[in-house]
């Protein structure tokens, strides 16, 4: 008798070698059963949720806004971010005109959403409007303030430096007008003197004393911002492609100067500031050409995930000397930006040879030194990553979740199927998820407990009841789940002669399995039987009196199938469905 594989699948040892009721060849919309431990669950379906967006839904994002509610924000084929009430059943917009180049991600900071996509300026979401992120900037580097007119001054600016161009606005401080604000119309350097003309007329009619000026400029776009430690973090903007590079920043971390300010990313308050963006350039550190995609912390390390490797600093203060230093650097890279997940104490990210985890890179100092936790798919992520990879349109599909009611880390790295580690108290392991999943463009688990995807222009619920109106059901909006469990060959030491396979289920449905056969290590010689399986009434203690049929147990399926086997056979046991719950808890050769 053969159990469900208790650690799921595994692509990367010869299937002459697998333990048949530890591993499966392949898994397919298969889960740990949560309800009862040993079985293999059909996986949960989805349900519509809400109407139909304008246009195709690129990717999402939760938003809590202060209230305790949550809404969703979507990125449509259009390039504009529209925000989705559930109550009112309605799509808005909060901001078009975006990039197509760009690759918008966001990171959530003092209670907002902070946006960037490398391409664009940057903005923040406080729930009503959308801001682009800026600060006033004061010039202590320039010198000799003077009033000219009330609609003029001058000033001495420091050599090479460009900061009044015309439309910028700046900030007067008059020692007894007090602050102006102006928007610069003309700008003109003659003899080393700068004469700033702007709109209006808003200064002082008379001559009065300078004592500042304040100039408003904005970071530039990121390819990448995240919160840690107070403050956010950033890398240099660009396009983010499969195999060229952004640019010549692309190993500079830029970081705001102020704790929980968005808008401080300038060097500036003492006469020894820059007024330039503050930054660590790791370039020098990589001893190769890198570049950095994406940011994470780890165990109060901050960690900068290279292409070709991943840095690891300590400290809180990157401002202060000897306040953050390098402490290690990992011989692995990332593959795409948005394949990093937090995991309990730990961080797992999609390399080129598959998933790993800090924690292990940490400790090991190499690729494979340690098994990780990634090692058992590494064959199926390498024709995932190979695919990702091939061009600028297959690369900006990656995308990556957690989902903590149901244990699920979900990467997509292609449209054939969402590669799925589970971790749970039953079982910890990989499988894959197809159908609505595999071709969903994002996935946003909701903090109430839901998980919500988008697929062309419609938002679906994972229907596993967490959803009120979804409910529970087991079809991807009413079309089937395939399933699909390939178990390893299997030896009995001497030549098997079966006589048929008795599949062993707790709950079923209406199903019709097939089974696969194969003998002596020949995958191409494949015998295909059917059976058909109908679902058994409801137990005693599950049956609601009057409504439920009364079953006397779940009917176990044997179906003929008579074979010699020299050395080993093996079966693929497949079926779709619509309806469920449908619980695998092995099979059964029967013969001698």
Not at 534 to 545: I, K
Request: one cysteine or more; proline letters at 4%; glycine letters at 10%.
């Amino acid at each position: 008798m053969t159990l469900f594989p208790r650690a799921l699948a595994n692509s990367s040892v010869s299937p002459t070698l697998l333990n048949s009721s530890q591993y499966a060849r392949k898994l397919l919309n298969t889960l740990p059963n949560k309800k009862k431990a040993g079985s293999g669950s059909l996986r949960f379906g989805m349900g519509k949720k809400g109407v139909a967006a304008p246009v195709e839904t690129l990717d999402g994002w939760q938003f809590r806004r202060a209230d305790g509610t949550i809404e969703t924000l979507h990125l449509g084929t259009d390039y504009a971010l529209r925000r989705f009430d559930e109550s009112l059943n309605t799509y808005v917009t909060i901001k078009s005109g975006l990039s197509s180049d760009g690759l918008l991600g966001c990171t959530q900071f003092n209670g907002r959403l902070v946006f960037f996509n490398g391409v664009d300026p940057n903005f923040v979401y406080n729930g009503s409007t959308v801001t682009d992120m800026g600060e006033y900037v004061e010039d202590l580097k320039a010198s000799a303030y003077t009033w000219i007119s009330s609609d003029s001054i001058s000033l001495v600016p420091t050599v090479g430096r460009a900061d009044y161009p015309v439309g910028r606005k700046i900030r007067v401080n008059f020692e007894a007008a007090g602050v102006v604000e102006a928007t610069i119309a003309t700008s003109s350097l003659v003899g080393g003197i700068m004469t700033l003309t702007v709109t209006g007329t808003p200064f002082p009619s008379v001559t009065e004393a300078i004592t500042s000026v304040e100039y408003f400029v904005n970071p530039p776009p990121f390819s990448f911002i995240l919160t840690a430690n107070d403050i956010l973090w950033g890398l240099s903007g660009g396009v983010s492609r499969p195999r060229v590079y952004r640019g010549a920043e692309g190993m500079k971390v830029f970081y705001t100067t102020a704790a929980n300010n968005e808008n401080s990313w300038f060097d500036q308050g003492t006469s020894t500031s820059t007024q330039e963006l503050a930054y660590l350039n790791l370039q020098n550190k990589a001893n190769e050409f890198d570049e950095l995609i994406a940011i994470s912390d780890f165990n109060g390390a901050m960690v900068f995930f290279g292409r070709l490797q991943t840095y690891l600093y300590e400290g809180y203060d990157p401002s202060l000397i000897g306040g953050f230093l390098p402490a290690k650097k990992l011989s692995v890279g990332l593959i795409h930006p948005k394949l990093v997940q937090k995991m309990p104490n730990d961080v797992a990210f999609v390399t080129p040879y598959g998933l790993r985890t800090l924690s292990v890179q940490v400790q090991t100092d190499g690729v494979e030194v340690t098994t990780d936790i990634g090692s058992t798919q590494d064959a199926e992520f390498s024709l995932k990553v190979a695919a990702l990879m091939a061009d600028d349109a297959s690369y900006r599909k990656a995308r990556s979740f957690y989902y903590p009611r149901d244990g699920i880390y979900g990467y997509k790295l292609d449209s054939e199927s969402l590669m799925v580690y589970v971790l749970n108290e039953k079982a910890k392991g990989w499988t894959q998820f197809g159908g609505y999943f595999a071709d969903a463009n994002g996935f946003i688990p909701l903090g109430d407990g839901r998980l919500m995807i988008m697929r062309s222009s419609q938002a679906y619920i994972y229907a596993n009841g967490a959803d009120s109106l979804v409910g529970e059901t087991y079809s991807d909006d009413g079309a089937g789940i395939d399933v699909l469990w390939w178990v390893p060959w299997q030896s009995r030491g001497t030549r098997w002669a079966n006589k048929a396979f008795e599949v062993l289920l707790e709950d079923t449905a209406d199903i019709t399995f097939k089974i696969d056969r194969m003998i002596d290590f020949n995958e191409q010689n494949v015998v295909t039987t059917e059976v058909v399986v109908r679902g058994s009434g409801a137990q005693w203690d599950e049956a609601h009196w009057d409504t439920d049929l009364w079953g006397a147990g779940t009917n176990n399926p044997v179906v003929t199938d008579k074979f010699l086997a020299d050395k080993a056979f093996s079966v693929r046991i497949t079926f779709s469905a619509t309806s469920g719950p449908v619980n695998l808890l092995g099979f059964r050769p029967i013969g001698r």
